[in-house]
């Protein structure tokens, strides 16, 4: 059969038709559906390399697949599509088909596929300015070719939004809370994540603050601590002096009073 393909391209010339470019994902399907038979017509399908993939013919419905296509290569002859399964980086590259119907000319069809993996975000990180006035939002994700873009509560972003490292860093006011969704993608698929901004917690900051007088003068809270302690123990030990005092002073008072009756009583006894 190739060499009748040969003595007609030498006889009748061949024909080039344009191809095109198209991207695929990997672990997804290459389907070229160029074999439609409407006309006496025998295709031969192979890599650039010359590396043969497949051949049919339409007037005996003759199917041969070659090396690993074997088992990854389907025909729908209903259809004319032909599809590889579980596409690679690999079966990146240029593949031609030839067709040739009776007595006509010979026509190449190119068709490039890239096969390209396709994008996932794995992680949106948070990262606050030292002053807490800003947030930078990171967004972390697998794949190739990808466009990244941000979105705010669904809306576009204002011009106080700024992007950065290609579009993977936005960074926003830290009080223009809400939902930040980031849109990742490239030609063979599409993904998106949603990180909600809140407020601090004003508890935290409030007891942070309140904690920081002390830190920062640790010997000025202890020195008013101890003055403290110092003070209450001085006014206990003069309340107890006093304490003291005052019982020895009535003591006083009542022998003073024993000793004066003892001696009026002695006097009028001598009388």
Not at 21 to 47: G, H, Q
Not at 164 to 177: G, Q
Not at 193 to 217: I, K, Q
Not at 257 to 267: F, P, Q, S, Y
Request: with cysteine; glycine share 6%.
């Amino acid at each position: 059969m190739n060499s009748f393909i040969a003595v007609l391209l030498c006889t009748l010339g061949s024909q080039l038709v344009a191809g095109k470019t198209l991207l695929v994902a990997v672990a997804s399907n290459i389907e070229i559906c160029d074999f439609p038979c409407e006309k006496p017509t025998v295709y031969f399908l192979e890599r650039a390399s010359k590396e043969r993939v497949m051949d049919f013919s339409c007037m005996d419905r003759h199917l041969q697949i070659y090396g690993t296509y074997r088992q990854r290569l389907q025909l729908n002859q209903s259809t004319g599509c032909c599809t590889i399964t579980n596409a690679q980086k690999y079966d990146s590259g240029k593949y031609v088909l030839e067709y040739q119907e009776l007595m006509k000319v010979v026509q190449f069809k190119y068709t490039t596929y890239l096969i390209i993996h396709p994008v996932s975000v794995t992680n949106i990180n948070a990262t606050r300015s030292d002053l807490g006035k800003t947030v930078a939002l990171s967004v972390s994700y697998n794949g190739e070719e990808a466009t990244v873009q941000w979105t705010w509560n669904g809306g576009a972003l204002p011009e106080r939004h700024q992007l950065s490292d290609s579009n993977k860093t936005l960074t926003v006011p830290s009080t223009d809370t809400g939902t930040f969704t980031v849109l990742v993608s490239n030609p063979v698929s599409l993904t998106s994540a949603h990180y909600n901004l809140t407020l601090p917690d004003p508890a935290s900051e409030s007891s942070v603050e309140n904690r920081r007088p002390d830190a920062e003068f640790p010997s000025r809270s202890h020195a008013g601590r101890y003055g403290i302690i110092i003070a209450a123990a001085v006014l206990s030990f003069a309340f107890g002096i006093l304490m003291c005092y005052k019982t020895a002073a009535q003591e006083g008072q009542k022998v003073q009073k024993i000793h004066t009756a003892w001696l009026k009583k002695k006097t009028q006894k001598f009388h």
